[in-house]
């Protein structure tokens, strides 16, 4: 298991729904208001912004660079297709001491879908673990049903097994690390 995993409680003692969600010492996870915070970018010396979001419009601040990948969130949008180029953006980022800052609307779905590909990718954490990792800096993260199977596709090709599955419960089919959560809303 990856180091930055096992230190992940002692570094990120309070997580954020609102506002900037450290997820690593280079990526913040947040929606898109706070992507267009200049307050917030430059405390947390944001030097790429990352919007995986149609709908929101980034305010183009001095001395950062801007990467916009338009995509819908919808469990039928084709998102696997970002997964490498920005996981690869976040690593280049990282290797000149910069910090990403990964948005969508909400910081929900679509650009936590994208920081799971890149924990899988460059933290070589399972998708199990790295939606662990991110639940526990961001605890609103739920990317989508499509999406999660497209995570699935990921990291069988990363890794040739996989750790997450959907499962079918009776409020429909789910990741299995909903599992818990579906159980409870069932009724007695």
């Given at each position: 298991?990856?180091?930055?995993?096992?230190?992940?409680?002692?570094?990120?003692?309070?997580?954020?729904?609102?506002?900037?969600?450290r997820?690593?010492?280079?990526?913040?996870?947040?929606?898109g208001?706070?992507?267009?915070n200049?307050?917030?970018?430059?405390?947390?010396?944001?030097?790429?912004?990352?919007?995986?979001?149609v709908?929101?419009?980034?305010?183009?601040?001095?001395?950062?660079?801007?990467?916009?990948?338009?995509?819908?969130?919808?469990?039928?949008?084709?998102?696997?297709?970002?997964?490498?180029?920005?996981?690869?953006?976040?690593?280049?980022?990282?290797?000149?001491?910069?910090?990403?800052?990964?948005?969508?609307?909400?910081?929900?779905?679509?650009?936590?879908?994208?920081?799971?590909?890149?924990?899988?990718?460059?933290?070589?954490?399972?998708?199990?673990?790295?939606h662990?990792?991110?639940?526990?800096?961001?605890?609103?993260?739920?990317?989508?049903?499509?999406?999660?199977?497209?995570?699935?596709?990921?990291?069988?090709?990363?890794?040739?097994?996989?750790?997450?599955?959907?499962?079918?419960?009776?409020?429909?089919?789910?990741?299995?690390?909903?599992?818990?959560e579906?159980?409870?809303?069932?009724?007695?």
């Amino acid at each position: 298991m990856n180091a930055a995993f096992r230190a992940l409680p002692m570094l990120f003692q309070n997580p954020s729904v609102y506002g900037l969600s450290r997820i690593t010492p280079h990526l913040y996870l947040s929606d898109g208001a706070a992507a267009n915070n200049k307050v917030l970018l430059l405390a947390n010396h944001i030097t790429t912004v990352v919007n995986v979001a149609v709908e929101v419009v980034n305010t183009i601040y001095p001395n950062i660079e801007y990467l916009c990948i338009p995509v819908v969130d919808s469990p039928v949008c084709w998102i696997y297709g970002c997964f490498d180029p920005v996981a690869d953006k976040i690593h280049s980022v990282s290797l000149r001491q910069g910090r990403t800052l990964l948005h969508c609307a909400a910081g929900v779905s679509r650009s936590a879908a994208v920081c799971l590909a890149y924990l899988m990718k460059y933290q070589s954490v399972s998708l199990a673990s790295a939606h662990k990792w991110v639940k526990a800096c961001r605890p609103i993260i739920r990317p989508n049903n499509g999406f999660w199977q497209q995570l699935i596709q990921y990291e069988h090709k990363l890794y040739g097994t996989n750790t997450v599955r959907m499962i079918n419960t009776p409020l429909g089919t789910v990741p299995d690390v909903y599992g818990r959560e579906v159980r409870v809303m069932l009724p007695f």
